[in-house]
């Protein structure tokens, strides 16, 4: 099977990277903290002492790392994988960064014969444990193809979303609904629960009516309604990606004011020192302001 090297091996890498290695893939993995590195050798893959050293002996590069600068570095840096990777090698880029730096990333790559998807990922660390992540790909469409049973081994949905940049696109749409979501639900159950009204009841009258949504169905019942708020997606990240949609919504001269006041609310979190804490934390905050439970 194909050599692949693989950067950033956290929350969410490293159980795509143990997906990769259930299906055959040889793993060369490396990352800025070597505790996650232990586990992955003792189910194969080898750790690879620098960026730049994964590169170099790996036709296909997966980088999976926070933001948008971290890629760069990652790539471009002065120790980047630019300097090892070889012409005709395939870079996948599962981070969510601003889709306007994943296209410059790519047409850097480009020039020196590297080809770039960019396939930002869905569903949290269970999907990415449960190889059921949604993965959205932008980038040329032959590549894409090549690397289809590659990001087949670690998402169960794989979406072809056009150009370079598109799948960070379609990623942070994803992730604005996403955040609006959360605020939303987090505002409209306590006032219920608030009101007298049991979240149970709430729970299942709203998952058959029209206000039902996957924020609650399924993220807020796995988590916050059972007192559980360690990540998961950290509050934090979804700051970063409602801000990524400002800066879309500033480029494209769109107007996003639910998006704004989310990401104000989320601001608020990480001022509280939450930021690290699951995005459903914000559940807490409301129970905590408004002396109530809510619990499944």
């Given at each position: ?8 091996v ?11 290695i ?18 992955l ?6 750790a690879?002492?620098?960026?730049r050293?994964?590169a170099?002996e ?6 999976m790392v ?11 840096g002065?120790?980047?994988a ?6 005709g ?9 601003d889709p306007s ?10 020039e020196?014969?590297i080809?770039?998807?960019?396939a930002p ?11 059921t992540?949604?993965?959205?790909v932008?980038g040329?469409e ?8 590659i990001l ?7 979406y072809?979303?056009?150009?370079g940049?598109n799948g960070?696109?379609v ?11 959360r ?8 006032l ?5 009204v ?5 729970y299942?009258?709203?998952?058959e ?6 924020s609650?169905q ?8 059972k007192?559980?708020y ?7 990240l979804?700051?970063k ?9 500033k480029?494209?001269?769109v ?9 104000q ?5 990480l ?8 995005t ?8 905590d302001?408004l002396g109530?439970q809510?619990?499944?």
């Amino acid at each position: 099977m194909e050599k692949i090297g693989f950067i950033g091996v956290g929350t969410m890498g490293k159980p795509m990277a143990l997906n990769l290695i259930k299906a055959g893939y040889q793993l060369t993995v490396y990352d800025i903290n070597p505790q996650p590195l232990k586990g992955l050798g003792e189910k194969g893959a080898k750790a690879g002492r620098s960026i730049r050293e994964v590169a170099a002996e790996s036709p296909v590069l997966i980088t999976m790392v926070p933001n948008s600068r971290d890629v760069e570095d990652v790539l471009l840096g002065e120790n980047g994988a630019v300097g090892g990777l070889k012409s005709g090698s395939t870079v996948i880029d599962m981070s969510t960064i601003d889709p306007s730096v994943s296209r410059r990333i790519s047409k850097a790559l480009r020039e020196k014969g590297i080809h770039m998807l960019d396939a930002p990922v869905s569903g949290g660390q269970k999907g990415a444990e449960a190889a059921t992540l949604a993965i959205m790909v932008g980038g040329e469409e032959e590549v894409f193809r090549r690397c289809l049973p590659i990001l087949k081994a670690m998402g169960k949905n794989v979406y072809y979303c056009g150009a370079g940049g598109n799948g960070e696109i379609v990623k942070v749409i994803n992730n604005l609904m996403a955040g609006i979501f959360r605020v939303a639900s987090a505002e409209a159950l306590s006032l219920g629960v608030k009101a007298g009204v049991p979240l149970k009841i709430l729970y299942d009258v709203i998952n058959e009516s029209s206000g039902q949504s996957r924020s609650v169905q399924v993220f807020a019942a796995a988590k916050p309604f059972k007192g559980d708020y360690e990540p998961g997606f950290a509050a934090e990240l979804m700051h970063k990606d409602l801000g990524l949609a400002l800066n879309l919504g500033k480029e494209e001269r769109v107007p996003l004011p639910l998006g704004a006041l989310s990401h104000q609310i989320f601001t608020h979190l990480l001022t509280l020192g939450l930021g690290r804490k699951d995005t459903g934390v914000i559940f807490k905050v409301m129970e905590d302001l408004l002396g109530i439970q809510m619990r499944l």
